[in-house]
């Protein structure tokens, strides 16, 4: 993330990536001695979780190395399995004077871009957004005309960088903007952004979160992947073609298509009493490759009770949808009982082949019936269900 930023002319402390403790302790030799390490990891909280540390000299860099690399950080975002360390940053320290936020985001209710700030740096912005909202300081940017010198002087005033500091603020966030378009990133986060002691404006920590829809255009940022830092079944889904699978907490799999049907899947299990097992929208699913592979990442989690094909069909064939469903049930890659609901694009002829293909499934007409079917099976195990 901050390569990325210096490229385009942010400021960021000298720093070295290193994956061994013998790396870690030649680059803090080079970098005078007294330096951070810090475990790289796809997630926040690191310094609560002991995953960033001050130390005094090289050899004590080094020690906190082998500490750090081979093991797995749990934070307060990653779940009790935490995430594997392969690499530190090894960065000099830093005299810091004082620790504020900047980020580029896409406000998607305004449909543009839009540059957060606040004084309240280093620490959750969620936290202050929800207790001190007006130190919270936000602008927008028209696509047709960019980042205006005035925005970027009234965010500098409203978080106090004023007077010598300006000229380098009002740079910083241009800097921080033309990165995030160059990037075609979703959100590029600085916190904290750091004033030294000395008066210089640097980017102490970043995360950089690009559109995976941009990847195709943006190689070697995509080459940058780190697929042990994903779930495997996650990982699993992406290699299938699908993008939009989450693994949650419950024991309830879900298949269906759209987000915002997901979404209300998710909400009418939660509804009747179950949990859902995943987020996993299909999208425009007319492949019944995808349909299997999809169906095949939810039956081979053991967490799942349960699974529940939710589908409206409008580009979507529900012909296709129900034809992998009844191949991956045949094929014993969905064990679990599974509750299926049709409607729209070509219904008749999904409801046909489900008829036809001779599988245990629950049928549901509604939407209500068929969460409550999935929480109800889900519950017994699959005892007591046959096909309908």
Known sequence: ??????????????????????????????????VVVKAQAHTGARGKAGGIRLVDDAAQAAAVAEQLLGGRLVTNQTGPAGLPVAA???????????????????????????VIASAAGGIDIEQVAAQRPQEIH???????????????????????????????????????????????????????????????????????????????????????????????????????????YVK??????????????AMATMDAIKLAGGEPANFLDIGTANRQAAVEAALRIIGTDPDVRAVLVNIFGGLARTDVIAAGLVKAKSEGALPQPTVVRLAGTNVRQGLEILDRGGVQLIRADGFSEAAHHAVRAAQQGGSRWRCC
Do not use: W
């Not at 930023?5 to 007294?34: D, H, I, K, N, T």
């Not at 966030?173 to 030294?196: C, H, K, M, Q, W």
């Not at 949650?248 to 049907?261: R, S």
């Open 138 to 244: 936000r602008v927008h940017i028209d696509p047709t005309c960019g980042l205006q010198p005035f925005q970027a002087r009234t965010l500098a005033f409203a978080v106090g960088l004023g007077g010598s500091l300006l000229a380098s603020a009002v740079g910083l966030i241009g800097a921080l903007v033309a990165a995030f378009e160059g990037s075609d990133a979703r959100l590029i986060e600085i916190n904290p952004l750091v004033v030294t002691e000395e008066g210089r404006l640097l980017a102490g920590d970043a995360k950089v979160d690009v559109d995976d829809n941009a990847l195709f255009r943006q190689t070697d940022l995509a080459s940058l992947r780190d697929r042990s830092q994903e779930a495997e079944r996650e990982r699993e889904a992406h290699d299938a073609g699908i993008d939009n």
């Open 248 to 261: 949650l907490d419950g024991n309830i799999g879900c298949l269906v298509n759209g987000a915002g049907l």
């Open 1 to 34: 993330a901050k390569e990325l930023l210096a490229e385009y002319g942010v400021a960021v402390p000298r720093g070295e990536l290193a994956a061994s403790a013998a790396a870690v302790q030649a680059a803090a030799a080079r970098l005078g001695g007294a």
């Open 88 to 114: 530190v940053l090894v960065e000099e320290r830093i005299a810091i004077a004082r620790e504020l936020y900047l980020s580029a985001v896409i406000d998607n209710a305004a449909g543009m871009p839009m």
